[in-house]
């Protein structure tokens, strides 16, 4: 079984400084590596993946993570944050063979401030 | 890309009442579905995972004569909270893996927020 920990609840940043937002998973198989963000009374909208391949991935609104399998973490992380960054990020993982579930972290909160 | 669209987004019930909430998935066929269920301020609990043209697969602790599932097409399957209580009141949010190009990525629906009156 899968298990993923984000270590951080919640992480203030001002507006333009970089930010980073740890993830850290547990994996008996390989798998595969997700970034999801929600925003306040909204679903879930995928950031990027992480699949094979490459392990620095770029996704949207200029976010970018990644994979080291050594220390299987899978940071995300922005160079410059605005306001409408402020969102609940959600690390997941799943097995990459057959048609499994993700299992997510508790989340973390960014907060921007102005 | 893969879209998967759930109705409806807000749904309000009067406690003892059932009600479904419908996840679609609108340009690729999905065998296998998923639900889960997430409290405020909380992260995201599977509660189970939907089949096509079987029984849905259960997690453990979750009623499955209080939460129904059925998968009734491949792009179609839907959750129905029965006897429902103030208790039930949540953000329920499906998925479905989306083949081919997309390389596996688990889409998700807008999600529906459940208020038990």
């Known amino acids: 079984a899968q298990s993923v920990t984000q270590l951080d609840s919640q992480v203030p940043v001002f507006e333009e400084a970089p930010v980073e937002l740890r993830c850290n998973y547990s994996s008996s198989v390989s798998v595969y590596l997700f970034w999801y963000v929600q925003y306040p009374n909204q679903g879930l909208q995928l950031l990027l993946k992480y699949l094979s391949g490459s392990t620095l991935v770029k996704g949207i609104n200029g976010f970018e993570a990644e994979f080291n399998k050594s220390q299987t973490s899978f940071h995300l992380r922005k160079p410059s944050v605005h306001i409408s960054d402020t969102a609940e990020y959600f690390c997941?993982?799943?097995?990459?063979?057959?048609?499994?579930?993700?299992?997510f972290g508790k989340g973390t909160r960014l907060s921007v401030i102005a | 890309g893969a879209v998967v669209s759930q109705h409806p987004s807000r749904v309000i019930c009067k406690s003892g009442t059932s009600v479904k909430i419908e996840c679609r998935s609108l340009?690729?066929?999905?065998?296998?579905m998923f639900w889960y269920r997430q409290f405020p301020k909380k992260s995201l609990m599977l509660m189970a995972t939907s089949n096509e043209g079987s029984k849905a697969t259960y997690e453990q602790g979750v009623e499955k004569d209080k939460f129904l599932i059925n998968h009734a097409s491949l792009t179609l399957s839907t959750l129905t909270v029965t006897s429902a209580h103030p208790e039930d009141s949540s953000f329920y949010i499906c998925?479905?893996?989306?083949?081919?190009?997309?390389?596996?990525?688990?889409?998700f629906g807008e999600g529906s927020w459940l208020t038990v009156v």
């Open positions: 998925s479905a893996r989306a083949p081919g190009p997309s390389g596996n990525t688990i889409y």
């Open positions: 997941a993982v799943s097995e990459n063979s057959g048609n499994t579930p993700l299992v």
């Open positions: 340009d690729f066929q999905a065998t296998t």
